[in-house]
């Protein structure tokens, strides 16, 4: 079981920063992929960036450039730092842990951290 905590929402103006962190806990989590996804008013929910447990990265194509994730094991953290904001990334922002194990997928989110945008 892995239980996961978002911080670091907020309100800030356009071309701002903030970063967000998912605080997990629960054993191995260095074997999960985590990702961060958002979900705006009326939207689907979307990927943003995600880690896997080897390290590689990836990102939806309206972050790249001015998303960065990155994971501590030691500390059970990701980190979404989020810089040159735009109104358009106002949303939800959950994180996510994903491990396939024998017999099925482990899935588990965050309840979830508001991004406020403003103009």
């Known amino acids: 079981q892995v239980q996961l905590v978002e911080s670091g929402g907020g309100l800030v103006q356009a071309g701002g920063s903030l970063r967000l962190s998912c605080a997990a806990s629960g054993r191995s989590f260095s074997r999960y992929s985590v990702s961060w996804f958002r979900q705006a008013p009326g939207k689907e929910r979307e990927l943003v960036a995600g880690a896997s447990a080897s390290g590689n990265t990836y990102y939806g194509d309206s972050v790249k450039g001015r998303f960065t994730i990155s994971r501590d094991n030691a500390k059970n953290t990701v980190y979404l730092q989020m810089n040159s904001l735009k109104p358009e990334d106002t949303a939800v922002y959950y994180c996510?842990?994903?491990?396939?194990?024998?017999?099925?997928?482990?899935?588990?989110w965050g309840q979830g951290t508001q991004v406020t945008v403003s103009s």
């Open positions: 996510n842990a994903r491990r396939v194990v024998l017999g099925g997928t482990l899935d588990y």
